[in-house]
């Protein structure tokens, strides 16, 4: 959000370099993605024995994903500054709001996938099969989209 607001977006958008460099990277990263997922040999390990963790320490993790995600950043950078007049009065004020709004909008789908994941959990960790093909679609998937970046127009 910060970025966004200093202006990082707009040199996205006017630098072809820049644009290029944060692509590229963006396919390498997916297609790097891809191959770990094949590289794995088996089915992916989960272990039944939760160990319990402190609210702080989910809160912690919880930020720390959501801040490094490179989609986050992209967006706040690309997407939510069209929505902000260009004669906006409080700029920042504005951006908090409608970052506010993303971040509630967030957390009630996430809180649905989480109810959602739970609820099949152990029918899908229990499955070797179930897990290598999911193991191969997370492949394929990181595959396409690197593929469809990378032959993406600005």
């Known amino acids: 959000m910060c970025a966004a607001m200093l202006g990082l977006a707009a040199v996205l958008h006017t630098s072809a370099l820049a644009f290029a460099a944060l692509k590229w990277g963006g396919v390498a990263y997916l297609l790097y993605m891809s191959w770990q997922a094949l590289r794995e040999s088996g089915a992916l390990s ?16 919880g930020f ?3 801040i490094l995600n490179p989609k986050l950043s992209i967006f706040f950078l690309a997407f939510l ?3 902000i007049a ?4 409080h700029v920042l004020a504005r951006m908090l709001e409608l970052s506010g709004a993303f971040m509630a ?5 996430f809180v649905v996938y989480g109810l959602c994941a739970a609820s099949v959990r152990e029918r899908v960790i229990s499955r070797p099969h179930v897990m290598a093909w999911l193991r191969r679609s997370f492949a394929a998937g990181f595959a396409a989209l690197g593929a469809k ?6």
């Open 86 to 89: 260009a004669d906006e009065a």
């Open 105 to 109: 909008m967030t957390f009630a789908v």
């Open 64 to 66: 720390l994903i959501n």
């Open 149 to 154: 970046l990378a032959f993406a127009e600005r």
């Open 81 to 83: 500054p069209q929505f």
């Open 46 to 61: 989960v272990e039944g024995k939760i160990s319990e963790r402190s609210s702080g320490r989910v809160v912690v993790t």
